[in-house]
């Protein structure tokens, strides 16, 4: 039985899956990271790299942690490479059906005593846990954005969740010196659960004419002391992970005070959906964000 994480398999190299292998591997854990994309490892090994460098800048690391950490991090595009971790996080996309079907690729390679854990920021633990081979052995395992940055991971059990998987989990995760805010199993848990409605009714005011762009970011950074505007946030989040939590609080809770805006709905259409793809509320093509509306 795992009685103490030593090995993190990490599921997605994009920006929580590497920030999730940084922490980890600057923490002392061996880490492997897999993604089925080559290009996606690449490119999160960069992202790692670079954002080491600049903790180093800060004086929060030294070189030697950099070096060390690095020497840590195994990458695969080959899902067999996490048969032998302790604990493996699952950080693709949040689309329940693409999580379920990295489940049921990853489950039968995984020891039967490994843990698996998902980093879904709204999607209900009990029913993804269902779609493996180890209820008990899941849980929720929500970093916030950026990993390396934030400070709070929210730990979330299902309704099979073990005593045991929780307390290994709370003890890998406190080993990344994060804190911890445990959550009921209820749509979004609880930083989305209060921070989308508020990005939403943000999106409605924009829809509404209430005000432009760059006077709701202003009035919310000055007038309610938030570092940086909703709309600046959602675009920093993505418009289509800010589109699915609202249609999981929507249907999960079937109060139409979720109802996600259809201005919302119309950027993620378009296409437009924040900083990934240089469009959102703003245009990040040039060299200084310029509001789209």
């Not at 999960?252 to 950027?267: F, H, I, N, Q």
Request: proline share 4%; glycine share 8%.
């Amino acid at each position: 039985m795992v009685v103490e994480v030593k090995k993190v398999g990490v599921i997605g190299a994009g920006q929580m899956g590497n920030g999730i292998a940084h922490v980890s591997a600057l923490s002392g854990f061996d880490v492997v990271l897999h993604d089925i994309d080559q290009e996606r490892i690449d490119s999160g090994l960069a992202s790692i790299n670079g954002n080491m460098a600049r903790q180093i800048s800060k004086g929060t690391i030294t070189e030697e942690d950099r070096d060390l950490a690095l020497t840590r991090i195994k990458t695969s595009n080959d899902v067999a490479a996490l048969s032998d971790a302790d604990l493996v996080v699952e950080a693709v996309s949040e689309n329940e059906q693409v999580k379920r079907k990295v489940f049921q690729s990853v489950c039968p390679i995984l020891r039967p005593d490994a843990i698996l854990g998902t980093n879904t920021s709204s999607i209900s633990i009990t029913r993804l846990a269902s779609a493996t081979d180890r209820p008990e052995k899941f849980i929720g395992i929500h970093f916030m954005n950026p990993v390396p940055v934030m400070e709070l991971v929210e730990l979330v059990r299902g309704i099979a969740t073990s005593d045991e998987t929780f307390e290994i989990s709370k003890a890998y995760t406190l080993g990344l010196n994060k804190t911890i805010a445990v959550s009921e199993d209820f749509p979004a848990f609880m930083v989305n659960r209060i921070l989308l409605p508020m990005i939403n009714e943000a999106i409605y005011t924009l829809y509404e004419g209430v005000g432009s762009v760059e006077a709701i970011d202003t009035a919310m950074r000055l007038g309610a002391n938030h570092p940086m505007g909703p709309l600046q946030l959602a675009d920093f989040i993505g418009l289509d992970t800010c589109l699915s939590i609202m249609q999981v609080l929507y249907e999960g809770l079937a109060d139409s005070k979720y109802r996600p805006c259809p201005l919302l709905v119309k950027y993620v259409e378009a296409g437009w959906l924040g900083r990934k793809t240089q469009r959102g509320f703003y245009d990040y093509r040039g060299e200084v964000p310029v509001p789209t509306r």
